[in-house]
């Protein structure tokens, strides 16, 4: 069971692109317009999960050192290059973190594999996708309003 960051995507998206198009953007600018206006939509999902995984696993608050970040905050957001549809990826990122050595595996973050276990823990349940089926409609309605006050202003900025 591999731990798969969660894809906030936004269904019938065609009739924002249409409305981009006629204000004159091009796809790959209005592709990054959808986009910023996503990003505060899954920055609450984002603070969501973080607090899911501390809750879960962080039982104790000792002060660490300061050579290592803390392993919740290795949970964030990427925005997904290679789709030719908008999009932002929520979940542990590989890039975030100092890399953890598994005897005879390749090194990964320690958010996902928590979670998928090893040959020393068992497997736990998945926060991630616990909490993205619980904030499901809140990040909706945001994502949902932002995408509106994105599109206002443009109008606005383009003298219609």
Do not use: C
Not at 18 to 27: A, C, E, F, P, Q
Not at 29 to 46: D, F, H, M, W
Not at 64 to 83: F, M, N
């Amino acid at each position: 069971m591999a731990v798969k960051n969660t894809r906030i995507a936004i269904k019938n998206i065609d009739d924002v692109k249409t409305r981009l198009k006629n204000l004159g953007y091009s796809v790959k600018q209005s592709r990054t317009q959808i986009n910023k206006a996503l990003r505060p939509a899954a920055t609450k999902l984002v603070k969501a999960m973080q607090q899911a995984y501390r809750n879960e696993f962080n039982t104790h608050n000792r002060k660490r050192d300061g050579r290592r970040t803390p392993t919740w905050q290795t949970i964030g957001i990427k925005t997904a290059k290679s789709s030719r549809n908008p999009a932002l990826y929520v979940g542990p990122l590989k890039s975030r973190t100092t890399p953890i050595k598994v005897k005879g595996k390749d090194s990964y973050n320690l958010a996902a594999m928590q979670i998928k276990g090893n040959k020393y823990q068992p497997p736990r349940k998945n926060i991630f996708e616990a909490t993205a089926k619980k904030m499901e409609s809140t990040v909706y309605l945001s994502a949902e309003k932002d995408l509106d006050k994105m599109l206002n202003k443009l109008i606005k900025k383009a003298g219609l």
